[in-house]
């Protein structure tokens, strides 16, 4: 029987190979953005194909079609709706795009790599007025104000980019929790397989916009690996909790799982992979996510 405690490990394991994506930013200067549109397109083959063997074929097996698709239409609305409402900025490559009621000015603070408000606020303190010489503001209480300033600006950041992590993680963890809770070992194992090699590509995808803002590469890893582990193993427990205290809703919750992956590939994905002459490319990642997929799957069956 699956207990909690195994739950919580295959999906910390899954959720950390979201780092290992972010390795190229100590080499970012050579990465194309023809390799960024590959490694989304791949992600997005991985997450398709999931949705379909791992979690909608799964749940028609246990339930009925109506439930599983009741599921998946609920799943993307809730998808689409958190991504309306919920503030956050939206990386693409070496840009970030405000979505969800974020301001093109918390896009612009992301794109400014060696802005210091601190450094800022501390050099026209040290200007005095020329009308008012002498009842300059005194350099501490400028000071004060630029840290304030600065760490109101990285909290909201970290808001930011915390909920775009959380809409597009969150759904992942939710569909291993779901199917170990329904004693589906087999589909949990393989949809943690598939998590894991697609937090690869999609840890890149994170990675390489964070880096550009000036961040330390080794900050950039753990920041990126969090942004895998805390959404899946929080939301993994709770859809491990939810089908174990309420029996029979495998069905309705892998199809919303399956939902809100497939409304991330179609919402974020595959437009973030076009739009840059790079579409084949993305496409042919596309493809090989696909079949790999289908061949594990093939592989964990037997």
Same mark, same amino acid.
């Given at each position: 029987m699956t207990?909690? *405690?195994?739950? @919580?490990?295959?999906t910390t394991v899954a959720g950390l190979a979201t780092g290992f994506g972010a390795l190229p930013v100590f080499f970012r200067h050579r990465v194309t953005h023809r390799i960024y549109d *590959?490694? @989304?397109? @791949? *992600?997005? =083959?991985?997450?398709?194909? #999931?949705?379909? !063997? =791992?979690?909608?074929?799964p749940g028609m097996e246990e339930g009925t079609l109506r439930a599983v698709m009741a599921g998946v239409l609920l799943g993307g609305g809730a998808l689409l709706g958190g991504n309306y409402l919920i503030p956050h900025l939206h990386a693409e490559y070496r840009e970030w795009f405000a979505e969800g009621g974020a301001t093109d000015d918390d896009a612009a603070v992301m794109d400014l790599p060696a802005d210091d408000p601190v450094a800022e606020v501390a050099t026209r303190s040290d200007e005095p007025d020329a009308g &008012?010489? %002498?009842?300059?503001?005194?350099? /501490? $209480?400028?000071?004060?104000? %630029?840290i304030l300033a600065e760490r109101e600006s990285s909290l909201r950041k970290a808001l930011l980019i915390g909920g775009a992590i959380t809409?597009?993680?969150?759904? &992942?963890?939710? #569909? $291993? %929790?779901? #199917? !170990?809770? /329904?004693?589906?070992?087999?589909?949990?194992? @393989?949809?943690?397989?598939? $998590?894991?090699?697609?937090n690869v590509p999609d840890g890149f995808a994170f990675a390489v916009p964070m880096a550009e803002t000036g961040m330390s590469n080794l900050r950039v890893i753990w920041y990126t690996t969090l942004s895998g582990v805390v959404p899946q193993v929080v939301a993994s +427990? !709770? %859809? !491990?909790?939810?089908?174990?205290? #309420?029996?029979? +809703?495998?069905?309705? /919750?892998?199809g919303f799982a399956a939902g809100a992956m497939l409304a991330v590939v179609f919402r974020e994905l595959i437009p973030s992979s076009h739009g840059h002459g790079h579409a084949d490319a993305a496409t042919g990642a596309f493809l090989v996510g696909f079949v790999l997929l289908v061949v594990v799957d093939a592989v964990i069956v037997v």
């Open positions: 207990t909690l *405690a195994s739950v @919580l490990g295959v *590959a490694a @989304l397109g @791949l *992600a997005a =083959g991985l997450m398709v194909a #999931a949705s379909v !063997f =791992g979690l909608v074929l &008012e010489e %002498g009842d300059a503001e005194p350099d /501490s $209480i400028a000071e004060d104000a %630029g809409l597009h993680n969150a759904p &992942e963890g939710l #569909a $291993i %929790g779901v #199917a !170990f809770a /329904s004693g589906l070992e087999e589909v949990a194992l @393989l949809l943690a397989v598939v $998590i894991g090699l697609q +427990l !709770f %859809g !491990f909790l939810l089908v174990t205290v #309420a029996a029979g +809703l495998f069905p309705v /919750s892998s």
